[in-house]
């Protein structure tokens, strides 16, 4: 799974629309819906800094970047999210 892959199922675990997470994080709605819908297979060092940069979405770093999670380090995926707000 690449880098922009990754970034809807924060979203989602988020309850954001795209155009909520777009302004959220600094990105153009427009970026966004490419990434999404893969037209655009790589992000940029700025892009991805302002995702994980931004405080709400601090805790997805590791898990956007390498696709693994380390809870006992704050770093969880979208599916831990999820979980938390089940349970």
Request: aromatic share 6%; glycine share 10%.
């Amino acid at each position: 799974m690449e880098i922009v892959d990754r970034i809807r199922p924060i979203r989602e675990a988020e309850g954001l629309s795209q155009e909520d997470f777009a302004v959220d994080v600094g990105l153009r709605y427009q970026t966004l819906r490419m990434y999404e819908t893969g037209r655009t297979k790589s992000i940029g060092s700025e892009q991805l800094s302002k995702i994980t940069g931004h405080p709400r979405y601090k805790k997805y770093a590791l898990w956007l970047v390498t696709g693994e999670a380390a809870p006992e380090s704050g770093q969880i995926s979208p599916e831990i999210e999820q979980e938390r707000d089940v349970g």
